[in-house]
């Protein structure tokens, strides 16, 4: 079972996933764990955080549909081992995955050219990149402004010497990217389970959103 974190930057995937795949572990489950984009690992990480850090431009400049092949080709590089991985394993969790590419590129663009982009990234990453579909996509859904003071607590990264990147320092971008996932979420509701971080607008405790997200994981592994 392939299991997808999505949310926008600073909203608590990498936590999350991490404590989810400890937390089904504990369950006597074997889990595997990974995290795209893999800026260490792959060719086209590299070139994402070079993306990231505004080596190519600004995300006004850079065609969305171009920069989705950058997000798409990480993961190419990274099918042999998500195959793998899912083969020896009971379930991977992810920290992102497709529908990151589809929320992030296709916010760039009006409502009604998103389809043509949602249609090209997914045609390429399942169809021509033969990538496998997520059984559960879980979106971590927080305001914008709450990810950014997220994202300051954030330990410094390899591919940038800034403190916040180029996605992760624009406001108005955030908050459409997560008004995209929200949409996205909704249009495929049986595949999608959305986790607000904030209730009556404080921010959640990390254990209480990680126990929502087992919860979620075990009724999917079970149904
Ligand atoms: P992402 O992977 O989505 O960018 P992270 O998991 O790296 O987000 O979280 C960003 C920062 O916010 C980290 O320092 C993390 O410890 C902190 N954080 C995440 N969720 C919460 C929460 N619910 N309450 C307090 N801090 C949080």
Sequence with gaps: MLIAIEGIDGSGKGTQARLLADALKQRGLSVELLSFPR??????????GRFLNGEFGSLA????????????????????LLHEKLQS????????????????????????EQQALFDFVEQLEFEVY????????????????????LISLKNARSYTEKS?????ADRDYLESVRQTYLAVAKRHAESWRVVSSLVEGNLRSIEEISDELLTLAVQAADS
């Design 61 to 80: 400049e850079a065609n969305p549909y171009l920069v989705s092949l950058l997000f798409a080709g990480d993961r190419f590089e990274s099918r042999q």
């Design 39 to 48: 800026y260490d690992e792959t060719f086209f990480g590299a070139a994402v």
């Design 164 to 168: 916040h990147d180029l996605q992760e």
């Design 130 to 149: 033969g990538l496998p579909r997520a059984d559960l996509n879980i979106l971590l859904d927080l305001p914008a402004e709450t990810a950014q003071e």
């Design 89 to 112: 394993n009971d379930l991977v969790v992810l920290d992102r995955y497709v529908s990151s590419n589809i929320a992030h590129q296709g916010s760039k663009l009006p409502v009604e």
